[in-house]
């Protein structure tokens, strides 16, 4: 009986602690994502197709000491970085850019899929003036 009772104090000290530390927030969920090289397929700005205006049609979603993007050279802005990351309103998640190249700045909505044919993680996401499907590269 005192063994029950030892085990029973155990559960109910390291259950709730082994659950903080094994569950992870929503926002950590999609920032681990979201994180890596992407390919952009499409990209619309305003509604119109903006691919022909990159030099390069990759993103960098990076996280060394703190989330860093790197955007493209387009026709009208020099390459870029700025800074990214996942906020929740009203119980949805969202990525946030900020960056010198103000066409993508914005709160992004995310819908992330999988491209059976392809093997590849993808992604739409969509600012009030910018579309984007993109592919993660593997690791």
């Not at 996942?86 to 709160?107: A, M, S």
Request: net charge positive.
């Amino acid at each position: 009986m005192r063994k029950n009772k030892k085990q029973l104090l155990f559960l109910h000290l390291i259950f709730p602690i082994l659950l903080m530390v094994g569950c992870k927030s929503s926002e950590d969920y999609y920032f681990d994502k979201i994180k890596g090289t992407w390919e952009i397929n499409e990209i619309y700005y305003n509604q119109k197709p903006y691919n022909d205006s990159l030099s390069l049609n990759v993103l960098f979603f990076e996280d060394e000491k703190f989330p860093v993007l790197t955007i493209p050279k387009t026709s009208e802005f020099e390459r870029t970085t700025g800074i990214w990351g996942i906020e929740t309103i009203d119980n949805v998640q969202y990525l946030r850019i900020e960056t010198k190249n103000h066409r993508f700045n914005g709160l992004y909505r995310m819908n992330f899929f999988d491209n059976k044919k392809r093997g590849l993680l993808g992604v739409d996401l969509e600012s009030d003036s910018m579309k984007i499907k993109a592919y993660k590269f593997p690791r």
